[in-house]
């Protein structure tokens, strides 16, 4: 089946950590993804990781898959009220680009 | 460069009409997929078109319906307007097809209020 969860809000303050987890059902996944999405814009690719791999580090941005428990996360370092918006994670296979997204959690950065 | 670029920006309807939504991929991109956000919801998969024809299809009704052109530009027709068709209308790009790695690029989107 397809069905991404993640859950609804976060609330952090400005220069902690901030760590958004995302669950999925479909273990023929090749490819898991995490975008950004600001009040009115819209969807911006935020980094993503490959199937095979257990994590991606790229810059303040920190993904670890669970590949057995078919759980990913962000981690985002140093977070900052830019950072406050809603983050997707989507999944696909290979050989299409039908992704399947989450619900989305809205990050709040308190000042 | 110029991103994927969406028109118009914001829509009304009124329900029982039908609308038409516009999307230009990024220049050399040949694939472009159509996506729903109903708000509160992340992105449903519509369609996804490349060289002109309908590669991929979401649990949407017949109701909607696109094209893709010569240029790639494409068009998301939806017919008999619903209520619940009020949502961000989201067009994304990429190169080809399909490829090992299967990154698209999104449209700031249309939002679409079916009244």
């Known amino acids: 089946g397809e069905d991404v969860e993640q859950s609804l809000f976060l609330s952090v303050r400005e220069g902690d950590s901030s760590v958004i987890n995302c669950t999925y059902t479909d273990s023929s996944s090749t490819y898991l993804y995490w975008y950004k999405q600001e009040p009115g814009a819209g969807l911006q690719l935020l980094t993503y990781?490959?199937?095979?791999?257990d994590m991606k580090q790229d810059q303040r941005l920190t993904v670890l898959l669970n590949k057995k428990d078919k759980h990913l996360s962000l981690r985002i370092a140093d977070t900052q009220t830019g950072d406050s918006a809603i983050y997707f994670c989507a999944e696909s296979m290979s050989g299409t680009y039908k992704y399947i997204f989450g619900t989305g959690t809205r990050l709040k950065v308190l000042a | 460069d110029a991103g994927v670029t969406q028109s118009p920006t914001h829509l009304i309807k009124t329900r029982g009409q039908q609308v038409t939504l516009r999307c230009s991929p990024i220049?050399?991109?040949?694939?472009v997929s159509w996506y729903q956000q109903v708000l509160g919801q992340g992105p449903q998969f519509i369609f996804q078109y490349y060289e002109k024809e309908e590669r991929g299809r979401g649990n949407f009704p017949d109701r909607f319906s696109a094209r893709q052109f010569p240029n790639y530009s494409s068009e998301l027709n939806v017919n008999a307007l619903l209520l619940g068709d009020s949502a961000l209308y989201l067009c994304?790009?990429?190169?080809?097809?399909?490829?090992?790695?299967?990154?698209?690029?999104f449209g700031p989107g249309t939002r679409l209020t079916v009244l």
């Open positions: 990781i490959f199937s095979n791999m």
């Open positions: 994304a790009s990429s190169p080809e097809l399909a490829s090992s790695y299967n990154e698209q690029f």
């Open positions: 220049s050399g991109h040949k694939s």
